[in-house]
């Protein structure tokens, strides 16, 4: 294991923090697999990511948790800014980064994520075909979540007061006030809507999962830019690579899985459902991430092969 820091290719002024985790025996001059693995909102790669990461490392991959742009120790401000562009961007930005280490297989290269680091690397891979495979752990589609609800119980218009005060906030910002910030998860128990919302208030503010680096807010100004992004958009045309969707059965977000694999166009796509887990279980229960990297590895070592059929020319 191995913490590095590059430039984000995208902004050459903010230098991102990663962890990059080796397989056993690693060997430098071998050419390996590698797998992108993103954090959910308000996470940092010492948490859930960084977790998967290392688990799939032990599977034969190089495996790489950052923290995403403006978030954790990569730089950037506002700090906790949470604009689903670059986050989306961010993706391929790992992935540049990749293709310029020796040992990594520019040609095997997939990418996963938790929580709303599954809806940024759907969106990815839609955007970028050098991913050659799909995989998401609790997806959120952070735009769905924040203009229908963590159940979709709200319509799309009514939503519209939260992209005015995320407006306002760019107001107040621009005229030198603090920025404003906006919570991720809840910030205290008693703000929890249910158990598994509190769980998630657990999971951040709690020695459960808590991080200095991850403070399980944002900046109000994401607003605006989250309630009308969709991180699925046009998955019916170009999210065509190999996709393994993953979420417990008593998940309130499972219908933003159920979303991606229904949207998403590949002809090798498959669902799995942990059952009897809810969204935060599969952060950090042991038998669930047991059970989930028990997919997880086959799935990308089947689709990050050394040998496969080549793709027929346009």
Same mark, same amino acid.
């Given at each position: 294991m191995?913490?590095?820091?590059?430039? #984000?290719?995208?902004? =050459?002024?903010? $230098?991102? !923090? &990663? /962890? %990059?985790?080796?397989?056993?025996?690693?060997?430098?001059?071998?050419?390996?697999?590698a797998i992108i693995v993103s954090h959910p909102g308000g996470g940092v790669k010492e948490q859930t990511s960084g977790t998967y990461a290392k688990k799939l490392a032990e599977r034969g991959f190089v495996a790489i948790a950052y923290d995403a742009s403006y978030q954790g120790e990569s730089g950037g401000l506002p700090r906790q800014?949470? #604009?689903?562009?670059? =986050?989306?961007? $961010?993706? !391929? &930005? /790992? %992935?540049?980064?990749l293709t310029t280490l020796p040992y990594v297989d520019n040609d095997?290269?997939?990418?996963?994520?938790?929580?709303?680091?599954?809806?940024?690397?759907?969106?990815?891979?839609?955007?970028?075909?050098r991913i050659k495979a799909v995989a998401?752990?609790?997806?959120?589609n952070i735009g769905q979540m924040f203009r229908n609800g963590w159940d979709n119980s709200v319509a799309d218009a009514d939503a519209a007061p939260v992209v005015q005060m995320g407006a306002e906030a760019r107001t107040a910002d621009a005229g030198g006030d603090d920025p404003q910030t906006f919570p991720l998860a809840p910030l205290n128990e008693a703000?929890?809507?249910?158990?598994?919302?509190?769980?998630?208030?657990?999971?951040?503010?709690?020695?459960?999962?808590?991080?200095?680096?991850?403070?399980?807010?944002?900046?109000?100004?994401?607003?605006?830019?989250?309630?009308?992004?969709?991180?699925?958009?046009?998955?019916?045309?170009?999210?065509?690579?190999p996709l393994l969707v993953i979420a417990g059965s008593k998940a309130g977000s499972k219908w933003m899985s159920d979303d991606l694999f229904e949207r998403a166009a590949s002809s090798d796509k498959r669902m799995h459902v942990v059952e009897g887990a809810n969204h935060m279980d599969m952060?950090?229960?042991?038998?669930?991430?047991?059970?989930?990297?028990?997919?997880?590895?086959?799935?990308?070592?089947?689709n990050l092969a050394e040998t496969r059929v080549s793709e027929p020319a346009e």
């Open positions: 191995t913490k590095v820091t590059f430039p #984000n290719s995208n902004n =050459r002024s903010i $230098d991102m !923090s &990663a /962890v %990059l985790n080796f397989p056993e025996d690693f060997d430098e001059n071998e050419s390996y697999p800014l949470e #604009n689903p562009q670059v =986050r989306t961007e $961010d993706v !391929s &930005a /790992v %992935l540049d980064y095997r290269i997939g990418a996963m994520g938790i929580c709303a680091g599954g809806g940024y690397t759907a969106n990815a891979a839609i955007d970028d075909p998401t752990v609790s997806a959120v703000d929890a809507p249910n158990e598994e919302l509190r769980q998630a208030w657990e999971y951040y503010h709690t020695p459960r999962a808590e991080y200095p680096t991850a403070p399980g807010f944002m900046t109000a100004r994401s607003l605006s830019q989250i309630i009308p992004y969709d991180a699925y958009f046009k998955a019916e045309a170009f999210l065509t690579r952060y950090d229960g042991e038998g669930e991430i047991s059970e989930a990297i028990g997919e997880l590895a086959p799935f990308f070592q089947k």
